[in-house]
C-alpha cells in the first residue's frame, strides 16, 4: 500500500529546498510567493491563477489569494537573481558535450483583446497568423537522459518600446548562455537561424555549433560556388547508424561529411554534413566542428536525431500547463509567469536526472501509465507529483512554516550540546 502520506512530505520537502535555493536572497514575501507558485503549478497544472490558488489550501477567500498572487506577479523585479540562482543549479549538468537548442516558437491568444502589445504571430502548430507573441527558448539536454532543461525564455512583441528585430532577440539570448556557461557547450540551430549574421556571429565568438541549412543556400566546395543541394548530392552516406525515434521504432541513418567555406566568411573552413533516411530528402547541417572529432557525430546525434525532444518540450509546456490559457494582461506579468513556469519545469528536469530513488520510483509509479514510461519522462513525473499532491489537506505554506521551525530547532540544540 502507497504511504502518500510521506510522499507527500517527501515532495513538499523537495519543493520548499529547491524554491529557498533559487530564491535565497530575496525578501521573505517574495521567496514565500516564490515557492507557492511552484508548488501551485505542480499541484493544479495549470497557469490560471485561481488554479493555483485552490492548490495553496488557504484559509483565506481565493478571492484574496489571486489577488495577492496578480500584485506579486506584477511587483517581482528580482528576476536577474532568480535566473543567476536557478542557473547554478543546472550548471553540474552542463559540460563540453551539452547541446543548447535555440529556437522560437510562439504564444497564440486569437480570442484576447485587452493584453499588452498583442502581436500577430505565425502558429506553429497551424501554420496560420493569429494574435500572440513571439518567443525565443533555449533549453540544454542534460548530460545522462538528454533530457531539455529550460535555460532561457523571453517572450515578446513586435509592438512593444525598444523592440528592434527577432534576430535581436535571438542574438539576447545566445549572448546570455555565453554569460551564464563562457564557451561551454555546442548550439543547436534550425533553419530558420540559417543566415550569415549567426554563423559570424559564432565563428567571431569562437563558439561551437550545428545549423540545418535552407535548400537554397550556396556554399564554396572545392573553390567553386554551387547549391548546397549539388554538393548533398555527390555523398550518399559513409557511415551508418542505427536508432529509435518518439515512437521507439528503428530508424537506420547514413551520413557524409564535406569540407565547404561560406561565400560571407571565405577565410572560414567550415563542415557540412549530409543526413540521409529521416526523410525524403537529405538534411545538410553546417558546423565548425572539426570532421574527424567525435563531437561531430554527438552534435548531430543529440541536435539533429534527437531534436523531437525539444520540440516535445514546447508542446509539454503548453499542454501539460495550459500556458496558453493564462489570464494576465501586461506584459510583465505574463514574462514573470513563463519564467516560474520554465523554472517548475526545471525542477522536473533536475529530479528526473537524479540516481534512481525511491521517491523517483513511486512518483513514477502512482503517475499510472497504460504503456510503458517513454523517454521522454516528464509527463509521468508531472503527473505522478500532482497525484500525490492531490492527497494532501494542506499547502505549502503550513508545511515551510512547520518544517523550517523543526530545522532551526534541531540547529539551536545542537549548538546548545556540550563538545
Known sequence: MTNYTRLIYEIKRKV?????????????????????????????????????????????????????????????????????????EVKPHIDDNTVFCCDKSDVVKPYSKKLEALDRVRDGSTGETEKGYDTFEITALTDKKALPVEIYSHIYSSLESGFK?????????????????????????????????????????????????????NVIYKGKSLNIKKVAALYKGKYAYRYRNQDNKERKLKFSYAPIKLPALKDTELTMVIVRGHGINPTMIITNLNPNSKRLTLAVLKAYIKRWRIEEYFRFKKQKFDFENFRVRSLKKIRNLDLILSI??????????????????????????????????????????????AKSYTGIASFCKSYYKKRRSQKILRLSLPL
Open 165 to 217: 528585430s527577432r534576430n535581436i532577440e535571438a542574438l539576447k539570448g545566445l549572448d546570455f548562455i555565453e554569460e551564464h556557461f563562457g564557451k561551454t557547450g555546442i548550439y543547436a540551430l534550425d533553419r530558420g537561424y540559417d543566415a550569415n549574421m549567426y554563423y559570424e556571429y559564432f565563428t567571431e565568438g569562437n563558439k561551437d555549433f550545428v545549423i540545418r541549412a535552407k535548400g537554397n543556400r
Open 344 to 389: 517548475t519545469i526545471g525542477f522536473l528536469a533536475l529530479f528526473s536526472n537524479q540516481k534512481k530513488t525511491k521517491l523517483r520510483v513511486f512518483v513514477k509509479k502512482v503517475s499510472e501509465r497504460i504503456f510503458d514510461i517513454p523517454n521522454f519522462e516528464y509527463y509521468a513525473l508531472a503527473d505522478g507529483i500532482k497525484e500525490i499532491l
Open 16 to 88: 520548499s529546498n529547491f524554491s529557498k535555493k533559487i530564491s535565497k536572497d530575496l525578501s521573505k514575501p517574495k521567496t514565500k510567493f516564490i515557492s507557492q507558485m511552484i508548488y501551485g503549478l505542480l499541484d493544479s497544472q495549470s497557469v490560471l491563477l485561481s488554479n493555483i490558488g485552490r492548490s495553496l489550501k488557504e484559509d483565506n477567500l481565493l478571492k484574496k489569494t489571486v489577488e495577492r498572487l496578480s500584485r506579486n506577479l506584477e511587483k517581482f523585479d528580482e528576476q536577474d537573481d532568480l535566473i543567476g540562482k536557478y542557473i547554478n
